[in-house]
């Protein structure tokens, strides 16, 4: 045991250096870059969510040629127009996520609205082929 003076002479240590735990690891940091990337041109190729337009049996072409509106013949000769909304997140079909995060194959472009309508409505979501089945 020292005595209170050998433990007061003992003098400063220097503080330790505050360690900060990384949000990601360096290999998942690297897959969220390039996500970044791959999410950007997927959004400007699809500007209109797949969902709504899949949910509606939509041709994804004819919505971008009526900028955002789908005009719809119903029985009888009747005319109906959709709104479709413009997607502004990736709705990933397959999961694990981390494991198809970047396989654009397995995404489709959603609106808010759209995105949470899939993750409410799972069954009827698998029905249309908005989700693998699992």
């Known amino acids: 045991m020292i005595s209170l003076e050998e ?3 003992r003098g400063e240590k220097k503080p330790k ?3 900060i735990i990384p949000k990601a690891t360096k290999k998942r ?3 969220n870059r390039e996500y970044s990337v791959l999410k ?6 699809h500007p209109y969510c797949q969902i709504t337009i899949r949910f509606h049996n939509l041709d994804e072409q004819e919505v971008i040629r009526n900028d955002g509106f789908a005009i719809i013949l119903l ?7 959709i709104c479709v909304p413009k997607s502004n997140q990736i709705h990933h079909t397959k999961k694990p996520k981390c494991k198809y995060l970047n396989d654009i194959t397995t995404w489709l472009a959603a609106s808010p609205i759209g995105h949470e309508w899939v993750e409410n409505n799972k069954r009827e979501a698998r029905k249309l082929g908005l989700l693998e089945n699992i």
């Open 29 to 31: 940091a690297a897959m």
């Open 75 to 81: 029985p009888g000769g009747a005319k109906t127009t």
């Open 40 to 45: 950007a041109g997927f959004l400007w190729e």
């Open 17 to 19: 250096k505050a360690y």
């Open 7 to 9: 433990w007061l002479k």
